[in-house]
């Protein structure tokens, strides 16, 4: 049995073809199109063009035809108001089973009319009283398009129990707490990955940082800018790297370490005090993409060397949208038998 899953970001689109028979994704194609060019544009037709290109391209190169595909499964940013289906968030705590009950099924023209399940996001669950104000409050207030996703197919490939928390690192730093039932409880999101990017292009520091930031893990750095943010502050802790650039003979890539310590320190900040929240966990799995996996598993590692954390492998990661999106379709919709 084909499938096609897609994952829509807000700057990247990501399509993998694959075989459920063999559990073996077949080919994919990753497209710079997101929900951004629909925030700029004010239009989603170049999402869709771009998207049925993509498609079409994964069913030419394979001999297929759109009868050759079961169905497809999206999530992520194009089941937002910028994206092609709007869903509303499913609120938390959600397991996978609340995902497979609000998610939609449709046929579309610009996805060859391949049934296409649309899977929501999740918000979290939060409540005000009449004389609470929102401002005081917005801390508790998170949302998140395509991690929920991700989540179920890394907690499908790890036999762990209890209660923890996954830590997705990318443009957005996803924290998701997952309960002794494997539902997700909540989320915690930060700008980390797009801080990274932004001080780099658009600041002084453009002339210390290379444009790809990271080129491999140097864990002293990595403590050293930690440290730096933890002591100094995290805007004291950038301009350190200009002063490095002046007076050190560190090459850029210890820079480059040293910036995202700093970023890292105050992404996990803000998981700190979520675990207020959550009492003791069991157990701490690190997903999303490299460098910055390994750079958060390090420090995750240096600060709390009693917790039991879990770096997923490439291959894992590549495939946890692959069984999250099959573990929510697997529930009660009836396409995928």
């Given at each position: 049995m084909k499938v096609i899953l897609i994952d829509s970001g807000t700057t990247n689109s990501r399509l993998r073809l694959y075989d459920r028979t063999t559990n073996k994704v077949i080919d994919s194609e990753k497209i710079r199109i997101g929900v951004r060019d629909t925030a700029i544009s004010g239009s989603n037709h170049n999402l869709k063009v771009q998207l049925k290109k993509?498609?079409?391209?994964?069913?030419?190169?394979?001999?297929?035809?759109?009868?050759?595909?079961?169905?497809?499964?999206a999530s992520g940013m194009i089941t937002s108001n910028l994206g092609i289906?709007?869903?509303?968030?499913?609120?938390?705590?959600?397991g996978v089973s609340d995902?497979?009950?609000?998610?939609?099924?449709?046929?579309?023209?610009?996805?060859?009319?391949?049934?296409?399940?649309?899977?929501?996001?999740?918000?979290?669950?939060t409540s005000l009283s009449g004389t609470e104000d929102l401002v005081s409050r917005i801390n508790d207030f998170d949302v998140m398009r395509g991690?929920?996703?991700?989540?179920?197919?890394?907690?499908?490939?790890?036999a762990v129990q209890g209660?923890?928390?996954?830590?997705?690192?990318?443009?957005?730093?996803?924290?998701?707490?997952?309960?002794?039932?494997?539902d997700l409880l909540y989320c915690v999101s930060t700008?980390?990955?797009?801080?990274?990017q932004a001080v780099q292009k658009e600041t002084i520091l453009s002339d210390s940082l290379n444009s790809n930031l990271i080129g491999s893990i140097?864990?002293?750095?990595?403590?050293?800018?930690y440290e730096a943010a933890k002591m100094h502050g995290l805007t004291r802790s950038f301009y350190h790297i200009r002063l490095l650039d002046l007076f050190s003979d560190l090459e850029e890539n210890q820079r480059a370490n040293y910036f995202a310590g700093a970023v890292?320190?105050?992404?996990?900040?803000?998981?700190?005090?979520?675990?207020?929240?959550?009492?003791?966990?069991?157990w701490v799995i690190v997903g999303g993409s490299n460098p910055l996996r390994k750079a958060f598993t390090h420090l995750l590692r240096y600060t709390n060397p009693k917790w039991t954390i879990i770096e997923a492998s490439d291959q894992q990661v590549e495939y946890s949208l692959v069984y999250g999106a099959t573990e929510i379709l697997d529930c009660d919709l009836g396409i995928s038998e």
């Open positions: 993509g498609i079409q391209r994964l069913l030419t190169r394979n001999q297929f035809t759109p009868s050759d595909i079961k169905y497809i499964a289906y709007e869903i509303p968030h499913v609120a938390s705590p959600a995902f497979a009950k609000y998610s939609k099924v449709t046929k579309l023209e610009e996805f060859l009319y391949i049934p296409c399940v649309f899977i929501p996001g999740m918000k979290n669950k991690e929920e996703v991700e989540s179920f197919g890394l907690l499908k490939q790890f209660k923890g928390m996954i830590i997705l690192p990318g443009s957005h730093t996803k924290f998701v707490a997952v309960g002794e039932n494997k700008l980390g990955g797009e801080i990274l140097d864990e002293k750095m990595l403590e050293s800018g890292i320190y105050n992404d996990l900040q803000a998981l700190s005090q979520t675990m207020e929240a959550m009492d003791e966990i069991d």
